[in-house]
Nanobody, 115 residues
Framework: QVQLVESGGGLVQPGGSLRLSCTTS????????MDWYRQATGKQRELVAT???????NYEDSVKGRFTISRDNAKNTVYLQMNSLKPDDTAVYYC?????????WGQGTQVTGSS
């Protein structure tokens, strides 16, 4: 059974930091590209950051320089380090894993930036 479990969300003041984790099981993690998405209330889900199986990263413009995606293949986990958080970063954050046409999603973790 495939599982992706996000953790690390919470309430944070502007300028604060959080580190999200997404721990997977049931997949050969090292061959999957991994993404972090977010969805704010009333908005479409948007891609925040990507890390390929080879470690290449890409970021949505509004988070460049503030967020860092990384992976630990030994722990089957992908991370999202979020610094200098803003109220606009408030959303449910989801991770997904992609390999060819196969995609799996986690259940999400809430990040709330207080204002």
């Amino acid at each position: 059974q495939v599982q992706l479990v996000e953790s690390g969300g919470g309430l944070v003041q502007p300028g604060g930091s959080l580190r999200l984790s997404c721990t997977t099981s049931g997949i050969r993690f090292s061959i999957y590209d991994m993404d972090w998405y977010r969805q704010a209330t009333g908005k479409q889900r948007e891609l925040v950051a990507t890390i390929t199986s080879g470690g290449i990263t890409n970021y949505e413009d509004s988070v460049k320089g503030r967020f860092t995606i990384s992976r630990d293949n030994a722990k089957n986990t992908v991370y999202l380090q979020m610094n200098s958080l803003k109220p606009d970063d408030t959303a449910v954050y989801y991770c997904d894993s992609r390999w060819t046409y196969i995609t799996y999603w986690g259940q999400g973790t809430q990040v709330t930036g207080s204002s």
